[in-house]
């Protein structure tokens, strides 16, 4: 399908056409067919970024839907990593509330049982953690909070990949850890907690994650 629709751009087949069909296919019945579109889609991401900009809702809201899908792993595979392209593409501008679905359904896929779900599902999250912004940034915390128990569960992931992935995320998702300290008064090695954060998330994320969890930081 990669060389079958790298064929349809490169003879400037009307994107809007290219579109139309994609968005078609990704709500057929046939499970198969929903794999291939959503395959087409991230294929239109990577080949034509700037043109896809122009239908980024249109893409959105299939890839949200793709992220849904109970009958086909492939399907939420394939949606996750085509969303992981585009955002980067996009560097996550005029997600809208786009954000709020995708931070959620990826959530639940951290401990998915398939391994190459889980491995994007960490992908795509830590990339959330990086376009959150401002006007994110208190819903995502709370995420990375809700999830604390899956990225201390998931450093020591059977899949090597996964685990990696997970300690990249974790290190992403630093600046969204709540200090369970009280902020009343700050002492000089409170002061240091930010650096103790930082140097724990690089070489020990498990650590940090534990001090977290039981409240020690």
């Known amino acids: ?3 079958s629709w790298k064929l349809r751009l490169q003879k400037r087949e009307p ?8 968005a078609e296919r990704a709500r ?5 067919k929903r794999h291939l579109a959503m395959r087409g889609l991230g294929t239109l991401a990577r080949e034509a970024p700037d043109k896809v900009r122009r239908y980024k809702k249109v893409f ?3 890839l949200v839907h793709g992220l849904y899908d109970t009958l086909c792993s492939e399907v939420i595979h394939e949606s996750v990593k085509t969303l992981t392209i585009m955002l980067g593409k996009i560097q996550g501008q005029g997600l809208g509330s786009f954000f709020i679905d995708i931070t959620l359904q990826t959530r639940t896929l951290l401990d998915d049982e398939n391994d190459n779900v889980r491995y994007s599902a960490f992908v795509l999250f830590g990339q959330l953690a990086a376009f959150a912004g ?3 940034k208190k819903f995502f915390t709370h995420q990375v909070n ?8 998931h450093l020591q992931d059977k899949s090597p990949q996964v ?9 992403a998702c630093v600046p969204y850890l709540k200090p369970r300290r009280e902020q009343c008064f700050q002492s000089e090695e ?8 930082r140097q724990l998330s690089h070489y020990h994320p498990e650590v940090l994650l534990f001090l977290y969890a039981n409240k020690i930081l």
């Open 163 to 171: 685990a990696k992935a997970c300690k990249m995320t974790v290190r």
């Open 15 to 22: 994107l809007k056409n290219v579109v139309f069909i994609l």
């Open 190 to 197: 409170d002061q240091r907690n930010p650096r103790l954060s």
């Open 1 to 3: 399908t990669q060389v």
């Open 28 to 32: 057929d019945p046939n499970a198969e």
């Open 146 to 153: 809700q999830t604390q128990d899956s990225l201390l569960t």
């Open 134 to 136: 401002r006007k994110w």
């Open 60 to 62: 959105l809201d299939l």
